[in-house]
């Protein structure tokens, strides 16, 4: 099972919408971006980015994929391991 955090766009919940069955959206709170997960990664990497000046965009995209290829699962779940999160998936049975 996979789970995707999503933030709460008409987008995510168009009735069209095809949800894969091995995937379970995770809807945060309205208003909310600093509980998506993502943007503590992007944090985290900025932290090494912000001084460094690129030539192009494939040389920052360079830069970006050797920065996630260095985070472990440790460092990740670090990141991405917030609380509201943990308690969703343990009272679905995921985790």
Known sequence: MNILQVDNGLFHKAKRLQI??????????????????????????????????FDNLEKLQAKVGQLLAQLTPQIAASLTGYDFILNALSVANIF
């Open 20 to 53: 894969p069955q091995n995937l379970i959206l995770l809807f945060q709170p309205a208003h909310s971006p600093e509980l998506n997960p993502i943007e503590r990664v992007w944090e985290h990497l900025k932290h090494d980015l912000k001084w460094e000046l």
